[in-house]
C-alpha cells in the first residue's frame, strides 16, 4: 500500500492486534495517568481549552482515558485529540495512523487531487470498499468558505473526510466502539484548529 500520509505512534494494547513499533510510555495506571495529565497542565504547554490548571489537567486526562482505549500513547493522545462538545474526537492522522498499524485492516489511497479523494479499504489482504469524498461534496454540505482550509489545504481535508466516512464503513472494530469522526465534523462542519494542523502536516510532507 502507497501514498499515506505520516502519523502518530500507535502504543499497542491487549486487544488490538499492533505492528512491530512500541513506543515507551511511562503511564501504566489510572494514577500515573492523572499524575502525567497534572504534569502536563502545570508545564504550560497547550491544550484545546486553555483556562485553569485544573481544567486543563482534566482534559488531558480524558483525552489520555480516551486515547488508551485505543492503543495510543499519553503525548500522543493529548496531541491528537480534542475535546468537543464534552465527547473526544481524534485527528484525521490520528485515525489513519490505528488503520496502519492495524494487523486486520489496512488502505490505498488511489484518487488525491484538489477535487476529490479516494480511498480503498481492505481487511486481511481483501477489499472491503472504497470511500469518496469531493469537492463537490464539500461545496453541497456548506463545508468551503472563502480564506477557510477547504480553499488553503482541498487535499488534507478530502483525505480527512474520506478516510473517517470508510474507516466507518470498512473497518469500524478500529475505534472500539467510539465514534470515528474528525474534530471538525463533530462541531458541526466548523472549522477546528487539529483540522488545519492536519491540513499543515499533509502539505509538509507532500
Known sequence: MTDKPQALAVVPSDTTP??????????????DARSFAQAY?????????????????AEALV???????LGIGPMAAITAFHVI???????ATGWA????????YDYE??????????????????????STFTMKDARRAGL???????????????????????ARAYCPAVGMGMAIYTPEELEGCLFYTSDAADARLWVDLR
Open 18 to 31: 499492533r505492528r512491530s513499533h512500541r513506543p515507551q510510555s511511562l503511564v501504566t495506571s489510572y494514577r
Open 41 to 57: 497542565a502545570v508545564s504550560g504547554l497547550k491544550t484545546s481549552k486553555g483556562g485553569a490548571v485544573e481544567i486543563r489537567a
Open 63 to 69: 483525552k489520555i482515558e480516551a486515547g488508551a482505549e
Open 85 to 91: 462538545e464534552g465527547k473526544p474526537a481524534l485527528s
Open 97 to 104: 495512523a490505528l488503520v496502519d498499524g492495524s494487523d486486520v
Open 109 to 130: 489511497v488511489t484518487a488525491h487531487t484538489d477535487e476529490v479523494c479516494e480511498i480503498q479499504f481492505f481487511k486481511g489482504g481483501r477489499r472491503r470498499g472504497a
Open 144 to 166: 468551503v468558505r472563502k480564506g477557510g482550509n477547504w480553499e488553503k489545504y482541498p487535499k488534507a481535508m478530502l483525505f480527512a473526510r474520506a478516510f473517517t466516512a470508510g
